[in-house]
């Protein structure tokens, strides 16, 4: 192939690669869920409300776990929370090993208003091209992860006026929140009921694909080829 015509060609795959990279965990969503893409500047409490959609969008990749993480749930199946703490059975927690690299996705719900009367249902489900770990779905675990792995930029948290954040069975309001784990950990199904004040959120913490990374060191090998070819035009 005439270099032209092939440094030509590596312009064009480079860009489109790094493309298909970043948007390779997030497969598919339906229901009542709206894609994000980049991240947005803040889902602190009231900063992004909808009565319609359970916002998503994928937070960190590749982060390595630098101690043990005990996470809410790991297994497939129905899950049903409670709040303050679930009863035994309630949840189905598991823990993720120091050194594990993991992808991060964020589902926020945040019905418009504060003090609402009545409750506000939604459901949903999003399925990643990767194996999902485990879900962080309590106010304390969202917390204490925020930092290492949210998006960067991305402002956390809840107004302390209204600090419950996370999910909850709305005492006597209405029924508990529900997560499904497909048996295959692709896909997560969220059915979530909004009372009272606070957030509704989960943290999703996924394997990334080898092939992604594989993905990413060709895209970073042609985007260096191309710096070079630019270079030697302008030689
Ligand atoms: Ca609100
Ligand atoms: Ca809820």
Redesign the pocket.
Known sequence: MHSVTRFALVCCLAPALATSFARAGIVSISGQMELLSPAPPSVY??ML?SNEFIRVYSERSNVTLSSALTVNVVHPGVTTTYQPQPPAGGVNPGTLAAGTVVNTYFAHF?????DMPGTVSLTGSLTLSEDILGLMVFKDGLNVTDLAFGAPGTIYGADPLHPNRGLEANGGNGPPDTITLSGDFHTLTIDLVFAGTG?DEIRVFATPEPHSLAIALLGGLLFLRRERCQLDRRG
């Open positions: 409490s009231g409300e945040d019905p418009i208003g504060e957030i």
